[in-house]
């Protein structure tokens, strides 16, 4: 009985290890908890048979490959080739622990290895023993994956040069000594320097495309800056223009009126009421950078027959960035009038954007006709550069995330809909 609550608890450590293991290197996926929860349920489940049946040492590897290969790539959300590496990685990892147990234990204790670790069954304080030495190594990896120190790196960066020569002296070194415990030892070292050279490669991928998308964030700051003080300049324009045009009309109705042409001046007003009623909306809201891009989109959507229903209610200043906003709000309404283009009719957008407790609030809903890309829970575009849209909608997802907010998308067959919430500094 005490053996199986053991092996019980050996079987919780080595799922526990896995998931510990996953958290930390991959990105998980929030909207699939409950079916990542499941999967490492029938992790635990296929860590107990193998703990029930003693399997021996190497024999169920390829279960073990498949089991973190599975998880890896349905429930995290990161390149496929990283979601490899870290589950080669993670199985090297764990047979160097159990390996290097073994040593530990046959060193301390009277016990003799076999010649054939395929056929080697390890006993309960070797697996134990194991257990704990993956849990130090993931730790340490954890660890060094949060320095930043420049020197550091150029150490990291000396030591991915120097391990694969490592491994080929270990490999080479293995052929010339058949004993079991040189076996089993020159086994161990192989397995831990290829799983930190996996840790390095893995790190360096994840640290170039960091800061490739910071790139691609400063670059598309940079063009909506361009484009957003180009609104202002055709937005003053146009008032200006109003401005004009209306001096220039309440001085031929001022000329009539003294001319005691009443008639007239009746039929110029109408006029130019008409007009006025044929000139799309103006938005002013009070706050210059939500006028400014509301009103260029309006005129976008107008003039492809777009309806918009705009509940903006803000105070002239909003404590965030105003290219930070900028690129909330020209992404959202430029992703609104694409899927409406897609549309031959009922073509709408509707916003509400407004500050709640402290909160900024913003709302985006569009028809649509109902087809979306979906990967791991990330919205994408239907067009054939979906790269690009989809750095857009990462660049809006990045701005929230910087201001510690949520963004959440809703759609049915008709239409998508995006929130965010902004916490505000008070």
């Known amino acids: 009985m005490i053996e199986l609550l053991f092996k019980l608890f050996l079987a919780t450590c080595e799922t526990f290890l896995i998931v510990y293991f996953l958290n930390n290197l991959l990105t998980k996926i929030d909207e699939l908890k409950h079916e990542r929860t499941v999967a490492y349920v029938l992790y635990f489940v296929f860590q107990c048979i193998t703990y029930l049946i003693d399997f021996p040492f190497f024999s169920t590897s390829t279960y073990y490959v498949l089991f973190t290969l599975v998880i890896s790539l349905l429930f995290y959300f990161n390149e496929i080739r990283i979601k490899l590496i870290a589950s080669s990685m993670f199985v090297t990892l764990n047979y160097a622990s159990k390996l290097l147990s073994a040593i530990i234990f046959t060193a301390l204790t009277d016990y003799t290895m076999t010649n ?80 930190f050279l996996l840790f390095f490669i893995i790190d360096q991928i994840i640290y170039s495309n960091t800061h490739l998308m910071q790139s691609n964030l400063m670059h598309e700051r940079l063009q909506m800056q361009s484009v957003y003080y180009k609104d202002i300049e055709q937005y003053n324009h146009n008032m200006s223009r109003y401005k004009h045009d209306m001096i220039n009309h309440l001085d031929s109705v001022y000329g009539m009126l003294e001319s005691n042409e009443i008639e007239e001046a009746k039929n110029y007003l109408e006029s130019i009421s ?85 909160n900024l609030f913003i709302s985006v809903k569009n028809h649509y006709n109902g087809e979306i890309i979906s990967s791991h829970a990330v919205y994408l575009t239907t067009k054939k550069d979906s790269h690009e849209h989809g750095l857009g909608l990462k660049n809006v997802q990045h701005v929230v995330t910087k201001y510690n907010g949520t963004q959440n998308v809703e759609h049915d067959d008709t239409t998508f809909t995006v929130s965010i919430m902004i916490p505000l500094n008070k």
């Open 116 to 195: 054939n670790p395929f056929t080697y069954v390890l006993n309960l304080p070797t697996q134990l023993m194991a257990c704990i030495i993956m849990a130090l190594v993931i730790t340490l990896i954890i660890a060094l994956r949060k320095i930043s120190n420049n020197a550091v790196k150029i150490l990291v960066n000396i030591l991915i040069f120097i391990l694969p020569l490592t491994i080929l002296y270990v490999s080479m070194h293995l052929l010339e000594n058949l004993q079991p415990v040189n076996l089993y030892f020159n086994i161990t070292m192989l397995l831990f320097c290829y799983t």
């Open 274 to 358: 008409k007009k006025l009623n044929r000139v799309e909306a103006v938005i002013n809201t009070g706050n210059s950078v939500i006028d400014v891009i509301y009103n260029a989109k309006a005129s976008l959507a107008k003039a492809n027959h777009i309806v918009c229903h705009n509940n903006i209610v803000v105070p002239p200043h909003i404590d965030i960035d105003s290219v930070d906003l900028s690129v909330i709000l020209s992404n959202l309404l430029d992703n609104a009038i694409e899927a409406s283009l897609k549309l031959e009719s009922d073509r709408m957008i509707e916003s509400h954007i407004h500050i709640y407790k402290g």
